[in-house]
Structures are given as structure tokens and as C-alpha cells.
């Protein structure tokens, strides 16, 4: 999704629309190459996650966040159900980087059994 100049800012954090993704299984069989973002809550965060994530939840990703992030390798941003995902990867494109979401979220991760942390 290309996001216009001229847009309102609160038009982005909307849960709809279409940003780049990447399906669970084409993820699992390489976590290394992305830079994981769960942008869930630090509870859900912590009941499981995918193996590598950090956890910065979607209400505490600002620019003072991003700016620490590396780009030498594209984001991959993490929710439950890809909707939360959505306005992360919209604001992280806005900022500069290459991000994309997680194509489901995690519940299309644990419907895959793919690899857990807790």
C-alpha cells in the first residue's frame, strides 16, 4: 500500500486496507533474515511469540522507538490477527523503513505449529 501525502494521520492507524505481506510458512523458513516486531501487548507478548521477536506493542511504537531500530534488514511486523499489524507497517514505511506484516497474524502461526518462545 502506498501511503499519499495529504492523508490524515488517523486514517493510517485504521485496521483495513492492504499493506506488503508475507504468509507464516514462506516466514518460518527463515526468521533470520527479517527484523521481528510484535506489536501485540507485553501479556500476549509473553504468553508465546515467535522465536527472535521483540515486543514493542502498537501504542509505544514513535519515532523515538523507530529511530533505534537497524535497517539492514527488512521489518516484519506481528500481531494476532494481522489487523494491529496493519497500522504498525503503515507507520514504519511512513518513517523509511521496509516493513511488511505477518500474513494472519499469529493466529495464522499457530494454526501452522510453527516454532513458539514463551
Not at 529511530?67 to 490477527?81: A, H, Q, R, V, Y
Request: hydrophobic share 40%; net charge positive; aromatic share 8%.
Amino acid at each position: 500500500m502506498i501511503i499519499r501525502k495529504g492523508i490524515p494521520g488517523w486514517l493510517s492507524w485504521l485496521p483495513f486496507g492492504q499493506v506488503p505481506s508475507v504468509t507464516p510458512d514462506y516466514v518460518a523458513q527463515d526468521l533470520e533474515q527479517y527484523l521481528l516486531i510484535d506489536v501485540r501487548t507485553l501479556r500476549e507478548f509473553n504468553k508465546s511469540h515467535i522465536p527472535g521477536a521483540i515486543s514493542i506493542p502498537l501504542h509505544s511504537l514513535r519515532h523515538d522507538r523507530m529511530n533505534g531500530l537497524p535497517t539492514d534488514k527488512p521489518i516484519l511486523c506481528i500481531c494476532l490477527s494481522a489487523h494491529r499489524s496493519k497500522p504498525a507497517t503503515r507507520k514504519l514505511i511512513k518513517a523509511g523503513f521496509n516493513a511488511m506484516e505477518l500474513k494472519g497474524g499469529m493466529l495464522a502461526w499457530w494454526k501452522l505449529d510453527l516454532p513458539l518462545e514463551n
